[in-house]
């Protein structure tokens, strides 16, 4: 059975490794609508997003999880989002005049950057990596190792059509949860924890990880990634739960700004350009106003002005 657009959590019953496998078809689609990114910018941008969904389903939390890159290459600025329900976006910002291709022409030098924070914005967490190693998985890897201390294994792939990646994590034993889930078949006889066996898991697991083939990381069924990955072991793999592309822009959101801007300024636009148009900077959709609809705009003698902004 084919699964698209959605994010599966998995996890060994009787021992301390979990993961998440995700597949983006329709909503990568609808990212890409408005825009035309060379082929090198948007296979980073996609793996990105990817990330952004698998770095968010790691969480529980109700608000907005944000990975920026930001690098002395080819690509100045990346950022991707995704809330707690998993409304994603994503957008970059890049040198037009390059030809740079490769992971490390494109990124540079520079910082991978995590923003974790809450609809109430009562708690806001961020943690800063550098970029390391020829991938953003490597990169996100150092992350983790870093800023959470917990071992990650990280495989990101993006193709014109279709984005996937998978997330493995080996989590500390302390706690009821975890001290309750690893079974007896691992415990010695004092009631520890056999570490060896543990680390031979985890070593057998991140190989996997790492060596897990392109076409199968692209399959459209989740469950194969996971046996792929875990083989031989007992792994429980949850449901979907759907992503979906979603950005903030909306046309009373432009209405908003080109009040903001004011009359007379829209109406100098208008004169010159023979619409007003804004274009969102994240998923590139444009908002046209003819002299109609600017008309309307500035119909009612009620009307407040204000600001917005599309980000």
């Given at each position: 059975?084919?699964?698209?657009?959605c994010?599966?959590?998995?996890?060994l019953d009787?021992?301390?490794?979990?993961?998440?496998?995700?597949?983006?078809?329709?909503?990568?689609?609808?990212?890409?609508?408005?825009?035309?990114?060379?082929a090198?910018?948007?296979?980073?941008?996609?793996e990105?997003?990817?990330?952004?969904?698998?770095?968010a389903?790691?969480?529980?939390?109700?608000?907005?999880?944000?990975?920026?890159?930001?690098?002395?290459?080819r690509?100045?600025?990346?950022?991707?989002?995704?809330?707690?329900?998993?409304?994603?976006?994503?957008?970059a910002?890049?040198?037009?005049?390059?030809?740079?291709?490769?992971?490390?022409?494109?990124?540079?030098?520079?910082?991978?950057?995590?923003?974790?924070?809450?609809?109430?914005?009562?708690?806001?967490?961020?943690?800063?990596?550098?970029?390391?190693?020829?991938?953003?998985?490597?990169?996100?890897?150092e992350?983790?190792?870093?800023?959470?201390?917990?071992?990650?294994?990280?495989?990101?792939?993006?193709?014109?059509?279709?984005?996937?990646?998978?997330?493995?994590?080996?989590?500390?034993?302390?706690?009821?949860?975890?001290?309750?889930?690893?079974?007896?078949?691992?415990?010695?006889?004092?009631?520890?924890?056999?570490?060896?066996?543990?680390?031979?898991?985890?070593?057998?697991?991140?190989?996997?990880?790492?060596?897990?083939?392109?076409?199968?990381?692209?399959?459209?069924?989740?469950?194969?990634?996971?046996?792929?990955?875990?083989?031989?072991?007992?792994?429980?793999l949850f449901?979907?739960?759907p992503?979906?592309?979603?950005?903030?822009?909306?046309?009373?959101?432009?209405?908003?700004?080109l009040?903001?801007l004011?009359?007379?300024?829209?109406?100098?636009?208008?004169?010159?350009?023979?619409?007003?148009?804004?274009?969102?900077?994240?998923?590139?959709?444009?908002?046209?106003?003819?002299?109609?609809?600017?008309?309307?705009?500035?119909?009612?003698?009620?009307?407040?002005?204000?600001?917005?902004?599309?980000?």
């Amino acid at each position: 059975m084919a699964e698209s657009d959605c994010v599966r959590r998995f996890l060994l019953d009787d021992r301390p490794i979990r993961g998440q496998v995700v597949r983006l078809q329709a909503s990568w689609a609808a990212l890409l609508e408005h825009t035309d990114y060379p082929a090198p910018i948007q296979v980073l941008l996609g793996e990105a997003a990817v990330a952004s969904v698998l770095l968010a389903a790691t969480l529980k939390f109700e608000g907005a999880l944000t990975l920026q890159l930001q690098g002395s290459g080819r690509v100045a600025l990346l950022v991707a989002q995704c809330t707690h329900d998993f409304r994603v976006r994503a957008m970059a910002q890049f040198d037009a005049t390059s030809s740079a291709s490769g992971f490390r022409e494109l990124v540079g030098d520079g910082n991978v950057t995590v923003t974790i924070e809450a609809d109430d914005r009562k708690s806001r967490y961020q943690g800063v990596v550098p970029l390391v190693g020829e991938s953003l998985a490597a990169s996100l890897e150092e992350y983790f190792d870093r800023s959470e201390q917990i071992p990650t294994v990280v495989r990101l792939t993006a193709s014109r059509d279709v984005l996937a990646g998978v997330l493995v994590q080996r989590l500390p034993l302390a706690g009821g949860l975890i001290g309750s889930a690893v079974g007896s078949s691992q415990r010695l006889d004092d009631g520890s924890l056999d570490d060896t066996l543990l680390d031979e898991l985890w070593h057998t697991t991140s190989a996997a990880v790492h060596a897990l083939p392109q076409d199968i990381l692209l399959s459209p069924s989740m469950a194969a990634v996971v046996t792929a990955v875990m083989a031989g072991e007992d792994t429980r793999l949850f449901g979907e739960q759907p992503i979906r592309f979603e950005c903030r822009c909306a046309p009373d959101r432009v209405a908003a700004l080109l009040r903001g801007l004011g009359e007379s300024e829209v109406r100098d636009i208008l004169a010159e350009e023979g619409a007003v148009t804004v274009t969102c900077e994240f998923c590139h959709r444009p908002y046209a106003f003819d002299s109609i609809e600017v008309e309307r705009l500035f119909a009612s003698a009620e009307m407040v002005p204000g600001s917005d902004t599309l980000n």
